[in-house]
């Protein structure tokens, strides 16, 4: 039986310094570095011995984080443009403060009644 495992970048520049993300490109912060080394090392634990493919985006703080896990396996991560988050287009560069206050229309989520 195969396994599907995803992993969140940990924390990046951007949460700190209140930047959107999305496809700005982010290197990891010294506690995003360590969350992605604990990361790693519990899904070594759980996942020892077992055949392991790992993919990634190409942004800074996804490969970063990748990277942590795939040193853990001795494995290359595949890297995938089509892995990035959503384009948030014109908002990226800019601040949260910036996207807050200039959404065109409020955000459907899954979880949202009136998203099907």
């Not at 949260?96 to 409020?106: A, H, I, P, Y």
Request: a neutral charge; glycine letters at 6%; charged letters at 35%.
């Amino acid at each position: 039986m195969k396994s599907i495992y995803t992993v969140q970048h940990t924390q990046s520049e951007h949460h700190i310094n209140g930047m959107v993300g999305s496809w700005t490109d982010w290197n990891l912060t010294d506690l995003g570095k360590q969350q992605a080394d604990r990361i790693a090392e519990k899904l070594k634990q759980e996942l020892d011995g077992k055949e392991i493919i790992l993919y990634t985006s190409d942004l800074k703080r996804a490969k970063q984080t990748a990277d942590s896990i795939a040193s853990r396996f001795r494995i290359e991560p595949i890297v995938r443009k089509e892995l990035r988050e959503r384009n948030l287009g014109r908002c990226c560069g800019k601040s949260v403060q910036w996207l807050r206050e200039n959404l065109e229309c409020d955000e459907k989520t899954i979880d949202d009644p009136s998203f099907l």
